[in-house]
């Protein structure tokens, strides 16, 4: 069982198991995005779906699908890692490190604009 800090961590976690998945059933390595859509651009079957939760529990530690999430909610890749990230991370403590990322940028942004006008 792992317990990843990051919330790339766990993204990269849940892309891995994806693609364990859709190599052992068809034998072909894939390249994901996060708006590719479980069922309908990767062509998962419930059944697929039900394996690849299993291996993420046993992976991550954790099951975001007995409180936190609905599984019906899930329909993309991105919406795979949001449902980890909350249930491993909280919403509070991923909310911060998002916030903490946003106004990095923010600042960042403002040293190249000061920069530019001199």
């Given at each position: 069982m792992l317990k990843p800090g990051t919330p790339e961590q766990?993204?990269?976690v849940v892309y891995d198991r994806i693609r364990r998945v859709l190599q052992q059933r068809s034998g072909q390595v894939?390249?994901?995005g996060g708006t590719d859509k479980l069922n309908a651009t990767?062509?998962?079957s419930s059944?697929?779906?039900a394996f690849l939760v299993a291996e993420l529990e046993a992976d991550?530690?954790?099951d975001p699908f007995s409180k936190l999430v609905?599984?019906?909610s899930v329909r993309s890749v991105d919406d795979l890692v949001r449902a980890y990230r909350?249930?491993?991370l909280g919403g509070d403590k991923l909310q911060a490190q998002e916030s903490d990322l946003a106004a990095a940028v923010q600042r960042a942004n403002n040293r190249r604009a000061r920069r530019a006008r001199k």
């Open positions: 766990i993204e990269a894939y390249v994901l990767l062509g998962l059944l697929d779906l991550l530690g954790v609905s599984i019906t909350a249930a491993i």
